[in-house]
């Protein structure tokens, strides 16, 4: 068996892809929440992509298809970013941090009034 350095088994590379991933996909979300606010056409083509795969998706209106944008963000974006990083060290707290800040700007456009002020002014 071939010994291995410590530094040679993991890298922090594929660890901050999915840090970052997350991140996009959720912002992903909050995008397009404000876009279907602001486009009536926007806001259908949500509900007509929910309606392609999800059962019962007219049920929930535009947010299945929201909810499919941010999921395929997140799996492509991870992807990319996993086969960028995949071989480097990464600084995890800058990837946490960056991430961090993605899911507050995800969130506050996911707010209301937010979604509401970002629409109408």
Same mark, same amino acid.
């Given at each position: ?9 993991? %890298? ?55 909810? %499919? ?27 946490? %941090?960056? %991430? ?22």
């Amino acid at each position: 068996m071939t010994k291995r350095s410590p530094t040679s088994l993991l %890298t922090t590379g594929p660890a901050a892809a999915a840090l970052m991933a997350v991140g996009l996909g959720l912002l992903t979300l909050g995008l397009s929440q404000v876009l279907s606010e602001a486009s009536v056409s926007f806001k259908s083509m949500m509900q007509a992509l929910g309606n392609l795969w999800i059962p019962g998706a007219a049920d929930i209106g535009p947010y299945s298809g929201k909810e %499919t944008v941010a999921l395929l963000t997140w799996l492509l974006s991870w992807a990319v970013l996993h086969v960028i990083l995949k071989k480097r060290e990464v600084n995890l707290v800058i990837a946490a %941090t960056a %991430t961090f800040i993605l899911i507050g700007l995800a969130t506050t456009m996911l707010w209301p009034p937010m979604t509401e002020l970002l629409v109408h002014h």
